[in-house]
């Protein structure tokens, strides 16, 4: 028997030699966004996946998406094949394009190569990262330095979060499942907090704690590390004095702080301070508190990397929000439908909050899809208490 090939996982990305690449599991929403970053670096894409739905934009740009899994898509031109988490290695493609010498990296392993080439600024968290990366990107465009940017979900207008931007500046959600953001190697690190999640990856609140505290160390020496006031992985950078570490939360504790001048329907108006010094005012087009604190952190990165105090403004004050956070699908018949992509009690919690203050003399229905089984029975409670501020609740 003649032994397997072999693997060839290393690449020399440069973003001035376009490849020739194959996306396996290209429906993913960081997958079709990294799809489009590529698209418009000049690489000639294809993918494929078993649901297709959402995929027309990048089909109209000359795309070609297979349904299925087919070996016989992996042509011997294809150069490099990215896949996603859900793709496992008996996948027909893989197997195909290692047969063929192709270079096959996993979606977060691409990711750890663009970070090796650019300076980066990875947000990670286990709550709002998308969204925070999304008002990050969106303020620095307001600034005119348009990084290369590569997050796990959609705009408002349906086109992919991804953006060829400055291909020397990348700014990427960095996801903590299976541990994937430890192939990041970052110059700004983002902490948005972090819980017990992925509960069939992490069988301890303590290891999450320990994969952040990893990501951490990932960081570029002379980088940056930016946390919520309490967060102990930003509390222990401190105490290591191995990378400079700012804060940012609701306290005078905080370095960067935010104020609240008023809310609207459960959109904040807010101050931003960097201790005595008064850096600007936003009026949040996004509800909840949660989202406060997102647009603080997206503030806080833009601040500390040089954007001035207008762009931080009108980058995030004409911030319209992502698909399936928050978003507002229509009105019939005298009721209103909002779709939220949250699946982890604290997620469920915030976003019933923000529904009551958003329609505070409304009848509230929660029609609740539990994601992955593992994640229900261990934090069942959680659960059972997240979902108690509503009129009606269906599962």
């Known amino acids: ?73 992996m042509t011997n031109d294809i150069e490099v094949v990215i896949f996603s988490d859900a793709i496992g290695p008996a996948n027909v493609e893989r197997q195909r394009a290692v047969e063929n010498n192709a270079v096959v990296l996993s979606y977060a392993e691409f990711l750890g190569h663009m970070s090796r080439i650019s300076h980066t600024v990875a947000i990670a968290g286990t709550h709002g990262k998308s969204t925070t990366t999304a008002m990050t990107a969106d303020i620095f465009r307001a600034a005119g330095h348009d990084p290369t940017t590569v997050l796990g979900a959609t705009r408002p207008s349906g086109q992919p979060g991804g953006r060829a931007g400055n291909p020397s500046r990348l700014l990427v959600e960095a996801c903590e499942y299976q541990r994937n953001f430890l192939h990041l190697n970052p110059d700004v690190a983002v902490l948005l907090g972090f819980e017990w999640d992925h509960v069939d990856c992490y069988p301890s609140p303590h290891d999450v704690e320990t994969a952040f505290a990893h990501f951490v160390r990932n960081v570029s020496p002379d980088g940056l590390v930016i946390a919520p006031e309490s967060c102990p992985c930003a509390q222990a950078a401190r105490r290591n004095g191995a990378v400079r570490t700012v804060t940012f939360g609701l306290h005078d504790s905080a370095d960067w702080r935010a104020t609240q001048r008023g809310v609207e329907q459960g959109r904040y108006r807010f101050d931003i301070h960097r201790g005595d010094r008064h850096l600007t005012e936003i009026s949040l087009q996004v509800a909840g508190q949660h989202n406060l604190m997102n647009a603080l952190a997206a503030a806080t990165v833009a601040a500390e990397c040089g954007v001035p105090a207008t762009a931080i403004r009108d980058g995030l004050s004409t911030f319209r929000g992502l698909r399936r956070r928050l978003e507002l699908v229509g009105n019939h018949a005298g009721v209103t439908l909002i779709d939220d992509y949250g699946h982890h009690p604290r997620e469920v919690e915030v976003t019933l909050t923000a529904v009551r203050a958003m329609y505070p003399n409304r009848r509230l229905w929660c029609i609740f899809q539990p994601h992955q089984g593992d994640r229900t029975a261990a934090l069942l409670e959680s659960f059972a208490r997240s979902l108690q501020n509503t009129d009606r609740l269906c599962i």
Request: charged letters at 20%.
């Open 1 to 73: 028997m003649l032994p397997s090939p072999a693997v060839v996982t290393a690449i020399d990305l440069r973003w001035d030699r376009p490849r020739r690449v194959h996306l396996v599991g290209i429906g993913g929403a960081g997958m079709r966004s990294l799809a489009k970053v590529l698209l418009e670096f000049g690489w000639e894409v294809s993918g494929s996946d078993v649901h297709l739905e959402g995929l027309d934009g990048l089909t109209r740009r000359g795309v070609s998406i297979y349904r299925g899994h087919h070996a016989l898509v």
